[in-house]
């Protein structure tokens, strides 16, 4: 089992950033992928961005150029660097524990967090 706490959430002007972090605990974070979705209110959830245990990583096409995905072993977290916030990217965003097959999809993630809240106010 795998436990994921996300925090970092915020209220931001559109053009802002913020990080968010997903502190996991649990299994061997060293060997775990992590991926980032967000879900905006009525939504079903979406693609952000992945990181996986030997480094690499992949986002969604909105986000590329101002997202960044990192992780950290010692401290056992992942995070999200988001820049240039845009009102749309308002809503929920969940880190997830990537259990095999693509990375884009919600359905091979078998553990989540319980999100954190991002507003970028207009």
């Known amino acids: 089992q795998v436990q994921l706490v996300e925090s970092g959430g915020g209220t931001v002007q559109t053009g802002g950033s913020l990080t968010l972090t997903c502190a996991a605990s649990?299994?061997?974070?060293?060997?775990?992928?992590i991926g980032w979705f967000h879900q905006p209110p009525g939504k079903e959830r979406h693609f952000v961005a992945a990181i996986m245990a030997d480094g690499y990583t992949e986002y969604a096409d909105s986000v590329k150029g101002r997202f960044a995905i990192s992780k950290d072993n010692v401290k056992n977290t992942a995070s999200l660097q988001m820049n240039s916030l845009k009102p749309e990217e308002s809503g929920v965003y969940y880190c997830?524990?990537?259990?095999?097959?693509?990375?884009?999809?919600?359905?091979?993630?078998?553990?989540w967090g319980q999100g954190t809240q991002v507003t970028v106010s207009s």
């Open positions: 649990g299994r061997t974070f060293s060997r775990q992928s």
């Open positions: 997830g524990a990537h259990s095999g097959g693509t990375l884009v999809f919600a359905r091979n993630y078998r553990y």
